[in-house]
């Protein structure tokens, strides 16, 4: 590649600015050569730290608490999400989120660790942890994926418990919803809470997790991008992480999280990254206005960035720096 096209397709930002070193030798020896991952950095990369998409504190502060007291990444983003998971006031998460239009509440989890490994699950019922399902997914199987029946039968015989994922509340809003069997996507939070989180611990390792019971009242069977490898969620110990909230089949027409990470290796910063996914995603959509996505990054730094379509999205972050709300910008103000 000539270094002037090189140039042009790479934001030089101080997060990841590619080493002169590289660009010659690609110059003088005209080889392919590859992309680098994030490069030579002036910045001191902040560790340990950890993100999640909303506004969710309790799952922060569970995943600091690890973080802080020395515990590894994957640890951190599996404590973090789980607290979600468990609260039943969070209607989009694990027990108490909100059914299918059968009325099966379906949840979809994945994690993914340092080294690339990476479980997940679909479809699965009855179950409160999927990401620790899919935990165990990853560590005790010689597979990614396990779907329906077949997870949480597995899931069953890793010693989980079944257990009803309505509440009184959401059995009550899917009664009254029968009355009219009409399916709305509607922009922000009250539709949209997924969490997606990305942690770096005290050795600079990279984990990410992310878990959702999906958009309420879809048709039965639905699987959005949350448990997808590289569409809800993707970490790379190289470059960095991103995750994404919103409606899911726009993530996966783009494989959102995974061309984020992409992007950050080609030298851009997690802001810039993010907004190009969400542009991507904007242009196979032109003109659409009914639907929110947000995406969330951070390379191996610790810096952050994330972008929406529209306002309303925030990210929470956490490290020695403190405890933040992140509000990010938007393609449509
Ligand atoms: N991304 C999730 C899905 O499509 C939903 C959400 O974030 O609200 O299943």
Known sequence: MKRRNFLKNSS????????????????????????????????????PIVVCTWNFLNATDKAWEVLKSGGTSLDAVEQGVMVEEADVTNETVGKGGRPDRDGNVTLDACIMDKDGNCGSVVYLQNIVHPVSVARKVMEETPHIILAGKGAEKFAYEQGF??????????????????????YETTINIENHDTIGMLAIDANGDLSGACTTSGMAYKVGGRVGDSPIIGAGLYVDNEVGGATATGVGEEVIRTVGSFLIVELMRQGKSPQEACEEGVKRIMKKNEGRKDFQIGFLAINKNGETGGYCVHPGFTYREYSEKGHVNREVKSFYS
């Open 12 to 47: 030089l930002t101080a997060a990841g600015l590619v080493s002169a070193s590289a660009i010659t030798a690609c110059n003088t020896e005209n080889k392919p050569v590859e992309t680098p991952a994030v490069a030579t950095t002036p910045v001191d990369p902040i560790k």
């Open 161 to 182: 418990k079944k257990e009803d994922l309505f509440t009184e509340s959401t059995r009550k809003q899917y009664e009254e919803w029968l009355n009219t069997s009409k």
